[in-house]
């Protein structure tokens, strides 16, 4: 994809590609490049013609990767991989000395990387526009401080260790404090989109809806459900919530084991925590909705007069509500057995571990086409013909 603005005699080209993860940083990407161009020409005041080029591809699987070993895997396993600006969106964590880095700019290779959950979750698309054009304005400017040091952070203060020969490092910007660690744990639970999570649960909803259905016409229920106080209900339903979170990890094997995470990392921060987080938050919308289904059902089927004959008293609002309240809990225990039968790829997204150790596997898969191409055309000597399988910009 390519979006630039008209050109003049005057005017120089700049190409800037963005190239992103697969998943929510590229469906960013694509939303933001037709703006981009616009967006420069007011931040850069320059005689510029800007071309903006998308691409998807997996970065890495590695949060020790630098922007240029990003730059080098891209450079590597994609065509049209020339730049004058190159802004690589990923959203894998990254960290130095455990504060969440947002941004890492190499001068010399004029690119950069944007970690998309140091940006957290609260306006994210926004935060990324102005990260990337405070990136292609340092690049091509040479200006160095960033309009929004609130959406980027700051340079950290200590060097972080750094293992690249030679002098030029990359400039790193972090989010310093416990506002940038919980900027990390919402960014990362965000990318997971567990709002996505509820709709893969289908099996699970279904456990949860046959449940609700036979407790519904079930008049033990309603004398159960109307007798109980708000403090039970919000017990039980929370017992029922974790049990059903708890449940979906376990069964699906979510849980990172230690030797599974990148290193010098906690086995709970912020992997697994961000797993519990996701599937917790699609637990949540999936009793929601049941909740408000079983409502609207109880006020359009169930009649004041049989619900009275039952528990013996005068009904009000409340009584319809305790009742759904008390539905949804049991029923929500009822999508525990819904799960199992549930396809592990169905949830392995909300394992970010899991996910990052897919996209290396995409990269060894890119690596050994690569190999197997240059294989090929070697034997064309022979009369065979040559060039193997390319893989191509998206």
Known sequence: MTADVPETSSR????????????????????????????????????????VDTMTAPLGGSEQADVSDIA????RHLDRAVWDVAIFLTDLPRRARLYPISVEVDTELRAALISLPALGARRLRRRVR??????????????????????????????????????????RYVVPGLRGHARLVAGMVYANRPWRLFGSLSRALAGVFATATVLFVNTAAWNLATELGAVQHAVITTLSAVALTVWIIVDHQLWERGTDLPARHHP?????????LTIALAVVVLGTAL?????AVSFL???????????????????????????????????????SLEGDEEVADAAYGRRQRERQRML?????????????????DEGR?????GVTGR
Request: glycine share 10%; hydrophobic share 40%.
């Open 268 to 276: 709970l921060y912020p992997y697994n925590l961000v797993t519990l």
């Open 72 to 75: 080098e895997i891209v450079r």
């Open 385 to 389: 013909p040559g060039g193997g399988p």
């Open 301 to 339: 089927l169930l009649d004041a007069s049989v619900l009275r004959k039952f528990i013996g008293r005068q009904v009000g609002v409340g009584d319809y509500l305790f009742l759904a309240w008390f539905i949804t809990a049991i029923g929500m225990i009822g999508g525990a057995f819904g799960t």
């Open 130 to 171: 102005q990260a990337v054009v405070d990136v292609v304005r340092a690049l091509v400017t040479d200006e160095e401080t960033p309009r929004h040091p609130e959406v980027i952070g700051r340079p950290p203060r200590e060097p972080v260790p750094d293992t690249r020969p030679g002098p030029e490092q990359p400039q």
């Open 12 to 51: 120089r080209t700049v190409r800037v590609v963005l190239v992103a993860d697969p998943g929510l940083p590229s469906d960013i990407v694509r939303a933001l490049a037709p703006r981009l161009p616009a967006h420069l020409t007011r931040a850069v005041r320059a005689q510029v013609r800007w071309q």
């Open 291 to 295: 909740f408000a289904t079983l409502v």
């Open 364 to 380: 060894r898969q890119m690596a050994r086409a690569e190999r197997d191409g240059r294989g090929s055309s070697d034997t064309t």
